[in-house]
């Protein structure tokens, strides 16, 4: 069984920063893409970054410059470092993750619990 734990949610003032993790458990052969998804109040679930096993990423265009995404494939682990966070980011952040069990399984889809990030002054 595999379970995808968030961290790092949280109140923060416009202007400011939160680092959000996510950690993959289980019996786990392979992570392929993992990412970020948001959702804020009334509005459907969208893309915030994605990023492959060979680093490979992208972001929503609402966040470059400003989110950095990044993983330790030796822990199954994800991280968003959220900068100069605007009121607009308010959202349930949630975890994504693609697993493999064996080296020729299909792919997986998994999510975490969600983590809510608040931007208010």
């Known amino acids: 069984q595999v379970q995808l734990v968030e961290s790092g949610g949280g109140l923060v003032q416009p202007g400011g920063s939160l680092r959000l993790s996510c950690a993959a458990s289980?019996?786990?052969?392979?992570?392929?893409?993992m990412g970020w998804y948001r959702q804020a109040p009334g509005k459907q679930r969208e893309l915030v970054v994605t990023i492959t096993n060979d680093n490979s990423t992208n972001y929503a265009d609402s966040v470059k410059g400003r989110f950095t995404i990044s993983r330790d494939n030796a822990k199954n682990t994800v991280y968003l470092q959220m900068n100069s966070l605007k009121p607009e980011d308010t959202a349930v952040y949630y975890c994504?993750?693609?697993?493999?069990?064996?080296?020729?399984?299909?792919?997986?889809?998994?999510w975490g619990q969600g983590t809510q990030v608040t931007v208010s002054s």
């Open positions: 289980g019996s786990i052969f392979r992570i392929n893409a």
């Open positions: 994504n993750a693609k697993i493999l069990f064996a080296s020729r399984s299909p792919t997986y889809n998994y």
